[in-house]
């Protein structure tokens, strides 16, 4: 069989066991695994196991855990209510303002969450009963709540771009600061869109009544500590990584125990909500381990067999794809898987096949690396897209489960392609204008 050949039947395979609802990392390992005996019988099985084991040693790996626990802690001990609080009284008198304080609570929730299921259960059960009791109009607020909760998988710490990092061997810091900016810059598309369409039809989102805000300007400025706890566990988390005091292992350690911390402060610590997010971090934790392990074995084989050699061949020498329409041609891929994979499957799957590739082409903006480091943050917002496109986005199914009965399926569909578009204008000006994403990782190391 040729490597072509090979390839294709590796990935046909996969995608037939992923269609009978076997669980991703299971597939994913099972064909690594299975191939790599077809072909070199049973001494071959060290090569995904020698590749697998690769990620016992990689230190950095003790931050997915860290980060995971400390959006869980956040969220359990309602710091992140609190804070929504604060956005009410502060943006009320605003057209939209419940809306843009929305967003800005989804961008803070991301910048110490790293995930947009905790965002995306905030936004649901907290902000949209209040936008909705106050007339907002559901169908622009439900956008909102997915648009805003997805920047948690692009703004640092971005747990997704650490899973990226792990699989394209790239500094995860690099890749986080990668995403600072396009991730500022698709919030604030967001709050202009809000602005614009408040300001067409005042109908769509209502200033707040003077009844609710009509308060001393002394409680106001109380309201404020709510977000001084949230800015205080960013700052100290990735402020000081960032000023190089702390290493990224040492940063997520101390967001964990800063949000402990904070915890306790707040008096909301206590044995249940401890066990309820020692639970669930555990299962998202292990969930993520399962599958770079299972992505670790399938690249190795992948690799072994000299596909990704073949298949670069393929797009430059036989079809004459130039560099940035193999690029376009990856981004397409991206946005029709992510509309029946979510993003960890997504790159698992991709990843042996995309990542040396990328490496090698000549996009004429800097060396392999940085276009890996550019690339991931591709990768990164074409997976917001896929939690909120239909039919598998998991940020429509979390609505769906969490959201007031006022809003239906119909209305999340219809909410969400503003926000696409917005994503997708975003993905091309970083593609068009790659230092938008290159620009600050390159200052902070000079």
């Known amino acids: 069989m040729s490597p072509e050949l090979i390839a294709l039947t590796m990935f046909g395979t996969m995608m037939v066991l992923l269609l009978t609802g076997q669980r991703v990392f299971g597939a994913i390992g099972f064909v690594g695994s299975a191939m790599v005996l077809l072909l070199y019988g049973t001494g071959g099985i060290e090569i995904p196991f020698s590749a697998a084991f690769k990620l016992f040693n990689w230190f950095p790996m003790l931050t997915l855990p860290l980060f995971i626990y400390m959006g869980y802690v956040l969220s359990e001990a309602g710091i992140a209510e609190d804070l929504y609080k604060m956005l009410h009284v502060w ?6 303002g419940l809306a843009i304080g929305t967003i800005f609570l989804m961008v803070i929730i991301s910048a110490m969450n790293g ?37 948690g998988i692009l703004v640092p710490p971005s747990v997704v771009m650490v899973l990226y990092g792990m699989i ?3 500094p995860v810091s690099q890749l986080w600061l990668a995403g600072v900016i396009p991730g500022l810059l698709m919030a604030a598309m967001f709050v202009i869109y809000v602005l614009i369409r408040a300001r067409l039809n005042p109908a769509l989102a ?12 002394s409680e106001k400025l109380k309201l404020l500590r709510a977000g001084i706890i949230p800015f205080l566990i960013f700052f100290a988390m990735t402020g000081l990584f960032i000023m190089g005091y702390t290493s990224l292992v040492e940063s997520s350690a101390v967001g964990a125990t800063a949000a402990t911390l904070a915890a306790i ?72 898987m992510g509309m029946f994979l979510d993003d960890t499957a997504m790159l698992v ?82 593609m068009l204008f790659p230092q938008i994403a290159l620009w600050l990782p390159q200052a902070v190391r000079n």
């Open 349 to 430: 799957i991709v990843a042996p096949l995309y990542v040396p590739l990328v490496k090698t082409l000549d996009l004429g903006f800097g060396s392999g690396n940085t276009q890996l480091i550019w690339f991931g943050v591709l990768y990164t917002m074409t997976c917001q897209i896929a939690y909120i496109t239909p039919p598998f986005g998991y940020n429509l199914f979390l609505m769906r489960a969490m959201a007031p009965k006022d809003i239906t399926l119909p209305d999340i569909y219809r909410s969400i392609w503003p926000f696409v578009a917005m994503m997708t204008l975003t993905i091309a000006l970083v």
């Open 91 to 96: 943006f009320g008198r605003v057209g939209g």
């Open 206 to 217: 209502p200033v707040v009544s003077d009844e609710e805000l009509n308060m001393p300007l």
């Open 265 to 336: 402060v707040k008096g909301r610590f206590t044995w249940k909500m401890m066990h309820e997010t020692a639970r669930k971090t555990l299962g998202v934790s292990s969930m993520f381990l399962w599958l770079i392990l299972a992505a670790l074995a399938f690249g190795a084989v992948f690799d072994g067999i000299g596909a990704v050699r073949a298949i670069e061949n393929l797009f430059l020498n036989r079809w004459e794809l130039s560099p940035w329409q193999v690029i376009i041609m990856m981004q397409l891929s991206f946005i029709v």
């Open 115 to 151: 995930l947009s299921v905790a965002g995306m259960a905030i936004g649901a059960t907290i902000a949209l009963p209040e936008m909705l009791r106050r007339g907002y109009d559901k169908v622009l607020i439900t956008g909102v709540v997915q648009g805003g909760s997805s920047l």
């Open 168 to 170: 394209a061997r790239q």
